[in-house]
């Protein structure tokens, strides 16, 4: 059980490169998201989905893209890399379940993302 | 504004100290409440989800003010190994959202 897993943990891009990130989890977690996290600020909802085949808006989703063709993979993709998009990036899942504390989220490692 | 506030520290208490953090929500609507930890250059661990009467787990105590809007975190004896940031998240249901505080750092020294 390998829980939430993230490819690539490193990545250095060139500004205008595009990039695909990937998140997969082997909980059967309905939910997903995918943060970033930069000195100061917290983490940040970038998108999320609540199911395969659904993706909704978080707070910071402009520059970003993301597709959920099977439940356990989330892809988070950069079409035009930015400096102001050098980050570090997690993904989270948790359990859909009915009422309040059946939600807790679990992150995998991050991707370290520096656009030059 | 942002959603959920907290003092980014550092706090810096000597080993066996008691030290608290509290941290502000905005979202009156907010239903769930919890503490993560996350060590350096780490991902976010759940620590505890904070219950409306309070509740412990070990040296950890949470609380929640809901009149208020804050949630609280108390460590007691603290250890060395308890050096980390803890985040503050607040979950409102309906939106399937989770908000993130910027996080305390706490320093626990020998």
């Known amino acids: 059980n390998a829980g939430v897993t993230q490819t690539p943990k490193f990545r250095v891009l060139k500004t205008g490169q595009s990039m695909t990130l990937l998140c997969a989890q082997d909980?059967?977690?309905?939910?997903m998201y995918w943060y970033r996290q930069d000195p100061g600020m917290g983490l940040r909802l970038i998108h999320y989905s609540v199911g395969e085949g659904t993706t909704a808006k978080g707070e910071v989703p402009d520059g970003y893209n993301v597709s959920r063709l099977k439940k356990q993979n989330f892809l988070l993709g950069l079409e035009s890399a930015a400096p102001s998009q050098t980050s570090v990036y997690f993904c989270?899942?948790?359990?859909?379940?009915?009422?309040?504390?059946?939600?807790?989220?679990?992150f995998g490692p991050g991707t370290r993302l520096t656009v030059l | 504004r942002k959603e959920v506030e907290q003092d980014p520290g550092p706090f810096n208490v000597p080993e066996g100290a008691t030290v608290a953090f509290n941290c502000t929500y905005s979202?009156?609507?907010?239903?769930?409440f919890f503490w993560y930890r996350q060590d350096c250059r780490k991902e976010p661990k759940l620590l505890m989800s904070v219950y409306s009467s309070g509740n412990e787990d070990g040296r950890f105590t949470a609380q929640l003010n809901r009149a208020s809007q804050y949630i609280s975190l108390l460590i007691r004896d603290s250890k060395l190994s308890d050096s980390a940031t803890y985040l503050c998240v607040v979950n409102i249901i309906d939106f399937n959202k989770f908000y993130f505080g910027s996080g305390t750092k706490l320093n626990v020294k020998p």
């Open positions: 909980m059967n977690h309905e939910y």
């Open positions: 979202n009156s609507a907010s239903q769930s």
């Open positions: 989270a899942s948790s359990y859909a379940g009915s009422g309040p504390f059946t939600d807790t989220q679990y």
